[in-house]
């Protein structure tokens, strides 16, 4: 079975950094996206970053880009997310998604919940003041 687990997760200061890592098993396709998202109390879930392994194309929301960076390491069917420069609004559970791709439009698609086939459960960032 498609499992994707999800790690790396903790209790950080503002300003402080973490990897977050997505660890996939029971692939059976080549080309891949692998999305991440958070979900915080009272706010809705929204599309954090993406990456296409056919093509190594990236996406990152306004509100990240320039403090998080994503990778992939297609040998070991994983995908980090360093979570840099942490801000108290950051404090949310993470998961990652996979969609079987590679899709026609990437960044059409990257943010959209609807888009990916499997799901981690999640791993909890707080980030305190």
């Known amino acids: 079975e498609v499992q994707l687990v999800e790690s790396g997760g903790g209790l950080v200061q503002a300003g402080g950094s973490l990897r977050l890592s997505c660890a996939a098993s029971?692939?059976?396709?080549?080309?891949?996206?692998i999305g991440w998202f958070r979900q915080a109390p009272g706010k809705e879930r929204e599309g954090v970053s993406a990456?296409?392994?056919?093509?190594?194309?990236?996406y990152y929301a306004d509100s990240v880009k320039g403090r998080f960076t994503i990778s992939s390491d297609n040998a070991k069917n994983t995908v980090y997310l360093h979570v840099n420069s942490l801000k108290p609004e950051d404090t949310a559970v993470y998961y990652c998604?996979?969609?079987?791709?590679?899709?026609?439009?990437?960044?059409?698609?990257?943010?959209?919940?609807?888009?990916?086939?499997?799901w981690g459960q999640g791993t909890q960032v707080t980030v305190s003041s």
């Open positions: 998604a996979a969609q079987e791709g590679p899709p026609p439009e990437f960044m059409t698609i990257a943010a959209i919940e609807r888009a990916y086939d499997y």
């Open positions: 029971g692939f059976t396709f080549d080309d891949y996206v």
């Open positions: 990456i296409s392994s056919s093509d190594g194309s990236t």
